[in-house]
């Protein structure tokens, strides 16, 4: 199957400053994709340029076999994102929101579209509520409704279940291996839950300082580093450097 | 260009101000203070009309038609500095959102704006000071579409620098047109300028606007020359500054500042 998203030789420099050196990697149809390494490893620059908030200074990025550069709309039109590091307007009602994002992606049947996505990430508690008011896992929630709610093709997720209790981060991971099974969605997750990571990606990438430094399922990196689990691995990458 | 992206902004707006009361404020509360205090200006003024001939039609309407202008650059920065202290901004442009777009919604809700600060200051000077603004008669309508469209130039130019330069750029989005106001002549007529300002003034569109205003008020008619000047010039203008604002989100791009900006 050809991939759904190439990216290959991609660097960021910031001043002379490299934050993303030479990465390439690919995404498979319906694949999940762990992006995996340390506080400033490049994790969120390489995001946003996938997303094209951010020029990469070299390589280039390929969705659905075009270009992000030259096909920005169309590819944009099937993507979506969440993070910790949105938010959504305050004085727009949690429901308000998902409205402006559906009409912004141009969704059709706007109001059947919210009730499922509200349904499934049991958010009927706030979605009348003002987004000011929202705990900060009710608001990670409301990011992933809105990311969901266009039925992208592809999910960007930049540390997604950061600030969630156990039981709704769980029922999120069942939930996006449900979407994921159903749509045949790709998604690159980025986490710092080495546990999350492990359950929830089909392959790993490791970032480090901007590189790539190994690449494979868990077992083959588990293995290839002579250690028991992930969080393993990542205490002797991140130390040995 | 979709519509249907730009209807989203403009709802998203519509929302906020819905249930904002500060956001209300700034369409009536000082518009309208602006104009009691100018009002009684004009009326002490009255009393020297003799030596001042037309001074009260002048003041308010220069008044009424400076708002214009203010509020529709306003309308273009406020909606986007809303985006930044709603950290949304990344949301709007990871989305399928083009730049022209969202100066295309924040261009239509600054003629919102303008809609209504325009009614309340023409209603209160009506009521309060029987000052009818509509005596301007039809050279009304070029000079306010005239001066939105400045309004929006210089809107467009304070959001490219807010969007460069960050936070501490943003007191630019109430400071920047005052820096237009003395070279737009509305309240005196342009030869009080010195010499050389005149030169810089007369490359500002709103001085066609006011100077061509206080013709018609003086019992001329409808200023063609300077409506041509006005025109053209803003024609030139908002081409130009349209291209500085996605050459400085493009910059903007490359610097990783617009998920930046705000922060
Ligand atoms: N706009 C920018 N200008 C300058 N440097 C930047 C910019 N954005 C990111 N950086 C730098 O690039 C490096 C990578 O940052 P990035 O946010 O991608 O890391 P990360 O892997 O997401 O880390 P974390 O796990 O802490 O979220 C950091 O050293 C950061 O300081
Ligand atoms: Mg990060």
Redesign the pocket.
Known sequence: MLPIVEVSGLTKR??D?T??DGVSFEIRPGEILGLL??????????FQMLLGLVTPTAGSIRMFGKDLVQHREEILSQVNFSSTYISMPYSLTAEENLWVTAKLYGLSDIARRIDEVVKKLEMEEFRHKLTRKLSSGQMTRLTLAKAILTEPKILFL??PTASLDPDIAHKIRALLKDVRRSAGLSILY?S?NMREMEEMSDRIIF?QK?KVVAQGTVQEITERFGQRDLEEVFLKLARES | MKIHRIQALITRHLFLYKRSLPRLMEIFYWPFLDLVVWGFITVYLMKFQGQLPGVVTFFLGALILWDVLFRAQQGITISFLEEIWSRNLMNLFASPLKPSEFLAATMTLSVFKVAMVSCVMVAAAYFFYSYNVFMIGLSLIPFVVNLIVTGWIIGVLTTSLIMRFGQEAEVLAWGMVFLFQPISCVFYPIDILPKWLQAVAWANPATHVFEGMRGVLSGGSLPVAHLGWAVGLNLLYLVTIIGVFHWTFNICKE???LV?VGE
């Open positions: 910031f001043g400053f934050a993303v390494g340390p506080n400033g490893a490049g994790k969120t620059t390489t930049d540390e980025t710092h970032l901007g | 610097k990783g500042l930046r």
